[in-house]
């Protein structure tokens, strides 16, 4: 899909689909005002009649108006208009590019950039439009034999501006195409499944990126871990016969005094919870389970992609979590590299063990912040279902930066307590700590337990478990936090905390 920006005025142009909004209780936005008067109020008849009220996320597709340039008009609901909202101007592109989807339209344009939202820039609008609409586009057909007909014939959209803004829209644009390609990656990824996304798939995955980008990377083999004293790590990938990796990649365009930002994310590429086996229901969405894997892929890719000049680190821990003869058992004691010991009571709590290694393996990168990303519990899918991301930190400035990015991508999170109190559900009678703190708060001491393992530097932790993947009939990877982690490196670029 081909997308650009342009100064152009609706109706006129090579567009063979114009889309333009309508507020509720009929009141049109400029665009759609200025095709009605073109087509001599042909629009408003229509809007007159009742079938469409501008509700947010409808349309209605209206062919060959009299005296426009283009074919059809798709008209496409913005809510309220004294309160044209962030979200109802995403799923205002969303519904259009569906929409144009279902049409025999191959190049639109799209009238609802110009439109101003609350307090946010053309950059913004851009960057969100370009964004939305490259996901929107996304279909995982790769493991179909034949692919699902019919393939939708649209090629290109033109989201339109004004003209003073058309520089800083040219640049959203671009970091809109880059964030939906590393989003796009993510859910790739995630959706690929567990005999596919290996770990030694993942570290394929990533030596193409590190190679198209000329990012440095590193792959640490089950040798290399023994080496380094990595046995929470190695205890997961014990019952596999998949070989466990730890993927490193390096992205090093900002200035060389500035210290990383450490990525690591949680890649069991499947989790059956080992000797303390899952249930059978449900139990094929355990191949999501390597989304913050994908999510820290998919962010290194988009940035790479809009050559943004940043340091940063992605760490993946890679493994199945499988039972077997060599497996873990409940009860076992591993050493860390950290030199902690670790009371493995249950093998399900199998990602804060091959996270907790990773956040030791960090410490060497001296890190300005180190961001965790895993679908870690359960217990934050209980707490916060599946619109915000749980968010833990040891820093409350970096706990707000994280907020912020998330509030200005619409990939939002909710800040969790990490009070020392909940510390003492990890008590173990053999070893230093348990790996588990029971059924109370689950989410607070997953993070109580990998706090052990951050206190040299700052860190925040993201629990996607609710948010990385849909289930149900439109099962499949989401890709967040792929647009937060994104912004808050575009932010940190710009040095605006
Ligand atoms: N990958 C799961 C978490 C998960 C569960 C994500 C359901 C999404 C949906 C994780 O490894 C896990 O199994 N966690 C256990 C921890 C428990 C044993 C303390 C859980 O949440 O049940
Ligand atoms: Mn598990
Ligand atoms: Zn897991």
Known sequence: MEFSTKAVAPGHGAADCCVVGVFTEKKLSAPAAALDKLSGSRISRVIARGDIDGRPGTTLLLHDVANLACARVLLVGLGDKNSFSEKAFRRAIAASVEALCRTGTANAAIHLTELAT????????????????????????????????PAPLLRSITFSVSKPELKQAAQGLARGRALA?????????????????????????????????????????????????????????????????????????GPKSQKPVVLVGKGVTFDTGGISLKPAAEMDEMKFDMSGAGSVLGTLKALAEMKLQVNVVGLVPATENMPGGRATKPGDIVTSMSGQTVEILNTDAEGRLILCDTLTYAERYQPAAVIDIATLTGACVIALGHVLSGLFANDDALAQEVLKAGDISGDRAWHLPLHEEYQEQLHSNFADFANIGGRPAGAVTAACFLSRFTKKYKWAHLDVAGTAWKSGKEKGSTGRPVPMLTEFLLRRAAKRR
């Not at 946010?120 to 960057?127: C, F, G």
């Not at 380094?228 to 014990?238: K, R």
Request: proline share 6%.
């Open 118 to 149: 609350g307090r946010r820039d053309a950059e913004w609008r851009l960057m969100q439009a370009a964004r939305i609409a490259g996901e929107t586009v996304y279909r995982f057909s790769r493991m179909k034999s034949t692919p699902p007909s």
């Open 181 to 253: 390609s590393g989003i796009n990656f993510a859910r790739d990824l995630g959706n690929l499944p567990g005999n596919v996304c290996t770990p030694a798939f993942l570290a394929e995955e990533a030596r193409k990126l590190a190679r198209e980008h000329r990012l440095k990377l590193k792959v640490l083999e089950r040798a290399d871990m023994e080496k380094l004293g990595m046995n929470t790590l190695l205890s997961v990938a014990a019952g596999s016969s998949q070989p466990p990796k730890l993927i490193v990649l390096e992205y090093m365009a």
